[in-house]
């Protein structure tokens, strides 16, 4: 070990003179005050960017009363899908409590550039004369670990806020699966009602034919069991439909009259092609934000690490500026205060923190294989029920369309009864009610694919809706 000699060592003086000027520069650089949303900027131009959609931050209310007339104006008409998502990132008061931890991160990230208050002795004591003792101290180790303290602080931040983010993605797939839900669930209930009064109109007609003897009675019970049936299936189309829009209702935020929405009659019509594998896999690892925030945990921990071996033989360090008064004599000095590695030389911290890393970097790459496998699975749910609704659309129903016109045909030329003719209206029914449920399975694999894309899908030009059409066609 080599000793400096005492001419050539500097003065305490200096010591102290440096230190301070290093504690005032890093006070200069911290003495501004965190905005309590600053660190919420950040997180509303991520989700600007990836859906289209900007957060607002309520601070007050002047907020409060430009959300509700928000609301109010997106209610006013029939609510999209798009505007749900507007209506549910600017107000669900569960998000607006996760905004908010942005700026506590924030607030720490300042805190962490800011020096630790220094420390004031005074003593007197008498004994036979007075002496007073005066001290003015601070932290050697937290001044000089400071700046990497502050990139740890700031690492963390991010992290922070891509997990905010995180979670005003995932709140944004919830919701635009429940409208789908809810707009599907609206559009059998209606669909069911149909079903119901026609099936009622034939079960009546089936009565005066038996009554004329026109018809059995198992004629008549067949007609009876499938009006009863759907009385039945317009019930559970109904608490269906009103479970699916209060779910919508709750991912809003909505209360009191404001629940009264109007949504769409249908669905979005089908779009004309779906995206490929590869293009869902590369926006996968490129967009989610769980393998950007596991990769600033990373990073995080690996400073850590460093900062664990920094500070391994030194846990405190205070170095004081003493100046002691006995009588009328003053003497100045300074005093430090060392820890000495007798028992502890932080061996154990230093393996810690690697361990810790090593944990950190495995996760990361599990999240990585998880987004991969996610996205695929995702994409072939998607791409499953889109070619089952593409199905329906371009080959079921248009062939029930025609099935249905030639048993017409044949009804209005007397080649078949009138039991023929409903037997074939009950299956053109059941087309359309499996088509609608194919066209809601899709939207909502739709929604979960954005969701394990991490934001959302390439825009494609949606075809023509045919349950618009089949709505119209008659009802014997």
Not at 261 to 280: K, N, R, V, Y
Not at 305 to 329: E, Q
Not at 355 to 384: C, F, K, N, P, W
Request: aromatic share 6%; with cysteine.
């Amino acid at each position: 070990m080599k000793f400096t000699p005492r001419h050539a060592r500097p003065p305490a003086r200096v010591l102290l003179l440096r230190s301070a000027a290093m504690g005032a520069a890093l006070f200069l650089a911290a003495c501004a005050s965190p905005s309590p949303d600053a660190g919420f900027g950040a997180v509303a131009s991520t989700i600007a960017q990836r859906n289209g959609v900007e957060p607002k931050l309520v601070r007050g209310q002047h907020d409060t009363d430009a959300v509700r007339q928000l609301v109010t104006e997106r209610l006013a008409k029939p609510l999209d899908v798009d505007s749900a998502v507007t209506i549910a990132v600017v107000n669900h008061p569960g998000l607006q409590a996760t905004y908010w931890e942005a700026g506590i991160a924030d607030a720490d990230l300042a805190q962490a550039g800011r020096l630790q208050n220094p420390t004031f002795g005074f003593k007197r004591t008498h004994n036979g004369e007075v002496e007073i003792e005066r001290s003015l101290g601070f932290n050697l180790v937290e001044l000089l670990t400071k700046p990497l303290a502050a990139r740890i602080e700031r690492r963390r931040f991010e992290q922070v806020r891509l997990q905010v983010a995180s979670a005003v993605q995932a709140h944004i797939a919830a919701t635009r699966r429940a409208w789908f839900d809810a707009v599907a669930a609206q559009q059998s209930r209606a669909y069911a009602k149909q079903v119901q009064t026609a099936a009622e109109a034939a079960a009546e007609l089936t009565q005066r034919m038996t009554n004329v003897g026109n018809a059995s009675a198992l004629d008549r019970a067949q007609q009876q069991v499938f009006s009863a049936e759907a009385a039945a299936s317009t019930v559970r189309a109904t608490k269906a439909a009103t479970a699916a829009r209060e779910k919508l209702v709750r991912l809003l935020g909505l209360t009191g009259s404001e629940a009264a929405l109007t949504l769409p009659d249908q669905l979005p019509a089908l779009p004309d092609q779906p995206i490929t594998l590869a293009e869902a896999e590369r926006i996968a690892v490129r967009d989610r934000l769980d393998i950007q925030a596991a990769r600033i945990e990373t990073e995080e921990t690996a400073a850590s690490l460093g900062l664990s071996r920094t500070t391994r033989f030194i846990n405190v360090l205070d170095l004081a500026y003493v100046r002691n008064t006995a009588g009328d004599v003053s003497a100045p000095g300074y005093e430090i205060t060392l820890e000495i590695p007798l028992f502890d030389w932080g061996s154990a911290r230093v393996a810690k923190a690697e361990a810790i890393y090593m944990r950190s970097a495995s996760r990361l790459a599990q999240t990585a294989v998880d987004a991969r496998s996610e996205a695929r699975e995702a994409y072939h749910a998607y791409r499953g029920s889109y070619d089952v609704a593409r199905q329906y659309r371009d080959q079921i129903i248009p062939l029930r369309k025609q099935v249905s016109k030639e048993t017409l045909l044949r009804y209005n030329g007397m080649l078949i009864g009138v039991f023929e003719l409903l037997a074939d209206a009950r299956a053109q029914r059941e087309a359309v009610t499996a088509y609608i449920d194919a066209l809601r399975e899709f939207w909502t694999d739709d929604a979960n694919l954005q969701a394990a894309l991490g934001g959302k899908l390439p825009p494609s030009e949606p075809a023509v809706n045919t349950t618009q059409e089949t709505h119209k066609d008659r009802q014997p």
